[in-house]
């Protein structure tokens, strides 16, 4: 098989070893005589993933056991919803700061629950850069949401100060990708498609005294605190999504957050440059301090030159690279999997299309 | 490698076709040059999925395009939250059918949204069968619940008279085990990992007048008119869960549903018959027309005996024979993908234990 130089922007590129483990535990896990598809939640050999897995990403965040690790269904949308439900009373007032689709979409889906202040946005520019961190956070908010990096527009909080009331972060598209302060937040989730996993499980750490606050009676599966108590098996979990994660989570240590954060420098830098220095192509984001390590967008300087710039990456068995209709052009996302002989790549292809292709 | 012979109430066995498929898929799906956990939610590929999954359900269940079929996740337990979150309102009532765990955990997850009736139950005797159909169902109720197989206590209803109210049904572990009509409900669901995949994932079929029916507000994660216009891709899909849905769904086709009806007859008679005329075991459920054909509970004479049986299954590479812990003793779960020889080893393994015990 030739695999394809994917730039997804989730479901993402994911290691080849870690495709091969988990094609092999699909046919049998360890020596069970079962599939992991087979493996029940409640098994020993489930348990040891499970607990695993929560040891890896308290390591990898340097967390203590003042924090929970959760392994939830629902992907990022599903959090929109538990958040507020179980933080945000009909009393209160959440603080959303909105840095893009995904912060707005996140705010809309609390406003079924309680008060919500947006506390900055950046959506009058169509979010080319970060908002400015609010000056004036109101004290006695429920909450503050914020998300760190933004895939659709291509934005990152580099700095993120700290806030009085609780802090909690969409980390969806840049967990893992860089060494960072996470006992900052009280909590911080990721739907795993990007940089831990394949779809269909959230991360969800959690600061324990996050269950003291009630805003309402929420059921067990929507309820973090019951959750917790059950170790995320509360219901049959999703066995072979949290051992893939599990795989990443490996892969991840392996390597070592520093290099990776190294790496992932690298390959964004590359592509800005090449990006800033062309005649044909502009990037999305100006402010080059707010750009996004993880998702490159950039436009190409009319639809001729897109349209041709899209079948020569197909011709080259680049993938992904479409921009999201709310930017259109081009995005190129950087996840931990793509290599920077991936980057080097397209950054050749861009190059040696710039020098055949007139504007 | 020597595959277990298993009997897990579910994550349940899977088709060794089902797997190896699976297995491939993870390594590439078709060709793509890309992993099906890499695939895009948004791509063709898995349109494609989608789209022959639902046509698949629709056939299978002989349904209209009255109906919608949906891929959520979450389980039955999100579903526990899902129906009266949509339909029973805080002024409404909603009836519930209590014949076992199931049942009684979704109207304990009903209440958070408002009036909830124990139509009937059978809880009195530990569920050793189901309650008498309920003979005057109230006018005017939201809607009607029931739990068509009962995976704890081994009971299954045969004979599901209508109700003037919409019936609502979970059907997680008989979905697809019979020849039956779908058609008497408004909303019936399922969670895969028994007769139709891995956990992660859970059918549900819902007829489109209900999407008229509005308890309260709910964001679009979890209303069911908003999936349904999404068609299962509100948010990323479990593309890989789906997927394996799907090949037990072609599996279940090509096998035939009268073919599986026959077989899993065959199947929990031959093993009923062992019960009833051993001296060391005990059926659960003495009322024959109430027996479950996918679950078969049953108990030993005495703890001694049940432990001994117990080690020798182990030697025979018997698992997930281990009833629950609300009944005890021992719990078999034939479900499509065990097969008859599977259960012809089980009762030998049973007689030729009776013949060397004594009770």
């Excluded at 479901?11 to 049998?28: G, Q």
């Excluded at 069970?32 to 098994?43: C, D």
């Excluded at 908010?141 to 009085?164: D, K, R």
């Excluded at 301090?289 to 009319?302: D, G, P, Y």
Aim: glycine letters at 6%; aromatic letters at 10%.
């Amino acid at each position: 098989m030739q695999r394809k130089i994917n730039f997804n922007a989730g479901p993402a590129r994911l290691p080849l070893e870690v495709l091969e483990e988990a094609a092999k535990a699909v046919l049998e896990y360890k020596d069970t005589g079962m599939s992991i598809l087979e493996l029940p939640h409640r098994s020993k050999e489930f348990l040891d993933i499970i607990n695993e897995s929560e040891a890896l990403v308290k390591e990898l965040c340097g967390l203590s056991d003042d924090y929970e690790v959760l392994w939830l269904q629902g992907g990022g949308r599903l959090q929109f919803c538990m958040i507020p439900m179980n933080f945000l009373s009909d009393r209160d007032a959440a603080g959303y700061i909105d840095s893009g689709h995904w912060s707005e979409e996140a705010l809309e889906y609390a406003v079924h629950y309680g008060d919500v202040q947006i506390l900055e946005s950046s959506k009058e520019t169509n979010y080319d850069r970060l908002p400015d961190w609010p000056t004036d956070i109101p004290e006695q908010l429920a909450y503050v949401h914020i998300t760190t990096n933004n895939t659709i527009f291509g934005t990152q909080w580099h700095n993120i100060p700290g806030t009085s009331s609780p802090l909690i972060a969409d980390m969806s598209s840049d967990i893992f990708s860089r060494s960072h302060d996470y006992s900052k937040y009280s909590l911080f989730y990721a739907a795993v498609q990007k940089n831990l996993g394949t779809p269909g499980t959230a991360l969800v750490v959690v600061r324990k005294d996050m269950f003291k606050r009630r805003a309402r009676l929420v059921p067990p599966m929507l309820n973090y605190g019951a959750q917790a108590e059950q170790h995320s098996i509360l219901n049959t979990a999703n066995v072979f999504g949290v051992y893939t994660s599990l795989l990443m989570l490996r892969w991840i240590k392996a390597k070592g957050i520093n290099v990776i954060e190294r790496e992932n420098a690298q390959k964004a830098k590359l592509l800005y440059d090449a990006i800033d220095s062309s005649k044909l192509f502009f990037p999305h984001v100006k402010v080059k301090e707010h750009r996004s390590l993880m998702n490159v967008c950039f436009t190409a300087i009319n639809p001729e030159v897109e349209k041709a710039f899209h079948a020569l990456c197909g011709q080259h068995s680049i993938t992904g690279i479409k921009g999201h209709r709310s930017v259109g052009g081009f995005r190129a996302s950087l996840y931990n999997a793509v290599s920077l002989t991936d980057v080097e790549f397209l950054v050749r292809v861009m190059k040696e299309f710039e020098a055949t292709t007139k504007g």
